[in-house]
């Protein structure tokens, strides 16, 4: 399988390209960065938004990792946040219908649910996938508006769709910040509006390699967390100091009963269907 990558400079898209080159991918990278690639691996530069460009770079690919994206909201550039994110998906979901590309595996988040971010909080716990949507700034309409491209370029093309869903994606270096720390309390004030969550960057990319060679599946989104929080206070705990009002739709004592940490992002659905564990956690590394 011939895959392009893009965002192949950033976090997830340099971590990944090493995984799937490991794999024995055949590799293209994509990313604004005139730098070059990875070793062995063809790289390209340019730009989402320039169409011609992504359906140059597109062409005689199997698959699309697109993982090319403002990452954040950006105070004074809503406009750029929505056109980079929204647009740079959109051109590679027309491209894929032009060229040879038959599956994109894009990357979501979290935030296109609007369940986390200090514009409102969460309506319901824990956080599924089947979430009722309230997108609340730029960034998240944008992954929001990103899944549902997805959604309509399967259903009118039949392009094969995933769209992954994942929160903050840690390194394994900070986690011995997270055992040291002598403040659990100011950890979970500074860290509520996220709910606690977080997800390991191996476990994301090997929610990726699993997304590449999904049968049966046409068009679907997945959260990807880490099964325990990054704290050492019990989970109903912050639940209960944090979020008293918010409706509860799962049994509590049966959600914690195996794990006091468990994160109020509950990833069944990946695990159903992606058949994604989360191997890594700051606790056991």
């Known amino acids: 399988m011939k895959i392009l990558i893009t965002g192949s400079a950033g976090l997830i898209g340099t971590a990944l390209t090493q995984v799937l080159q490991d794999a024995g991918y ?29 359906k140059h770079v597109m062409e005689g690919m199997d698959a699309v990792v697109h993982s090319g994206a403002i990452a954040n909201d950006r105070k004074g550039e809503d406009d750029k946040v929505l ?5 740079g998906t959109l051109n590679v979901l ?10 994109v595996v894009s990357f979501s988040s979290i935030n296109a649910l609007g369940a986390v ?3 409102k909080k969460a309506v319901q716990l ?15 309409l944008s992954k929001h508006l990103g899944e ?16 992954l869903r994942p929160g903050y994606v840690a390194k394994s270096d900070v986690y011995e910040g997270w055992r040291n720390n002598t403040n659990p309390q100011e950890g979970a004030k500074h860290q509520a509006n996220e709910l606690w969550a977080y ?19 046409k068009n679907d989104a997945f959260l990807l ?4 929080t990054t704290l050492t206070i019990p989970t109903q705990e912050l639940i209960d100091q944090y979020y008293p009002e918010t409706p509860w739709i799962a049994d509590k004592n049966a959600y914690f009963a195996d794990n006091p940490f468990r994160s109020p992002m509950d990833t069944s659905h990946a695990r159903e269907v992606l058949k994604w564990t989360p191997k890594h956690s700051w606790r056991a590394e």
């Open 199 to 217: 997800v390991d960057l191996r476990d994301v990319c090997e929610a990726v390699k699993l997304s590449l060679t999904l049968e049966g599946v």
């Open 126 to 140: 824990p956080i599924t996938d089947d979430y009722p949507r309230h997108p609340m700034s730029p960034y998240q």
């Open 225 to 228: 967390f880490a099964d325990d």
């Open 148 to 163: 549902e491209a997805c959604r309509m370029y399967t259903e009118r093309y039949g392009l094969t769709t995933i769209s």
């Open 94 to 103: 027309v491209a894929a219908t032009q060229t040879t590309v038959q599956r």
């Open 83 to 87: 056109d980079v994110n929204v647009m």
């Open 26 to 54: 055949s590799l293209r990278t994509f990313d604004r960065d005139g730098t070059k690639g990875a070793d062995g691996v063809e790289h390209e530069t340019g730009d989402l938004r320039d169409f011609a460009v992504v």
């Open 117 to 119: 971010g200090r514009h």
